[in-house]
């Protein structure tokens, strides 16, 4: 049984392997294809923290795939309440066959892994969001080919989202350019870890020098609501606007893993520059994480 907490859980090549059938299974949607992999299978959805994209993209990825998924808030249900996380990944777990969580504390999705009987997916916490990486990274080869030696800049706050591209970078072998503010880092464990690939930066113009794909995300993620006014301040200088994409590769590619604040990270007009492929890259969460309940839950069939 496999769990897909963070991108370290998986080898190179097993997610090489996902974006390429992430690739397919979207392409055998679009043509109609009826493929039910999944039939009678269901999928426990845990969201401590508000989502689109996330529920919609699993909710429709099990339906698509013949299976059923269920929406779990804390607001009704006992974990809510404070029954321990260690009852109800045994309890949920002996009910469903996969389970996905948005929580906080990226240690609540581990104790909840340790106790569960079926394979658990981490749908973001406070530290990582490896889902989305599988959408991005997708993005990228479907525009522009492998990712392999490009050079990506990760511009804004050192959060969950970067810290998954310190993974990525290493995972899918690519160097990474992160320029945060002083006191936004992403952990230093993480930077070390990967320092053969990364480099931390103060200057978001020398970070996208060279890129070929640049990534930001909000400056004040979902529980940092109270911290909001003292991050726009400093932040300020961090904006991705058609101006400093000018300073990338030509042929760079702009992401973001929305929701998007205009205005703030990015400038009112960049979604909308031919370089943001944003949209392909919000559609491809749906595929890429069939591709991951596929393997999670039939590799074994
Ligand atoms: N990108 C992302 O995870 O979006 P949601 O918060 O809408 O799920
Ligand atoms: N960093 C953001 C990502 C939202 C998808 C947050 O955690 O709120």
Known sequence: MRHFLTLSDHTPEELNWLIQRAIELKQMHKRGEIYEPLR??????????????????????????????????PRDTQLGRGEPVEDSARVLSRMVDVVMIRTFEHETVERFAAYSQVPVINALTDDFHPCQLLADIQTYVEHRGSIQGKTVAWVGDGNNMCQSYINAAQQFDFKLNIATPEGFEPSQFLLDEAADRVTLMR??????????LVATDVWASMGQEDEKEQRLRKFRDYQVSRELLDLANKDVLFMHCLPAHRGEEVS?????????????????????????LEFLLCQED
């Open 203 to 212: 200057d978001p113009k020398e970070a996208v020098r060279g890129a070929d």
């Open 40 to 73: 009678n299978r269901v999928l426990g959805m845990i969201f401590e923290k508000s989502s689109t994209r996330t529920r919609v993209s699993f909710e429709a990825g099990m339906a698509q795939l013949g299976g059923h998924a269920i929406f779990l808030s």
């Open 268 to 292: 009112e007009d960049l979604l909308d520059d031919p370089r943001s492929v944003v949209w392909d890259e919000a559609e491809n969460r749906l595929h890429a994480q069939k591709a991951l």
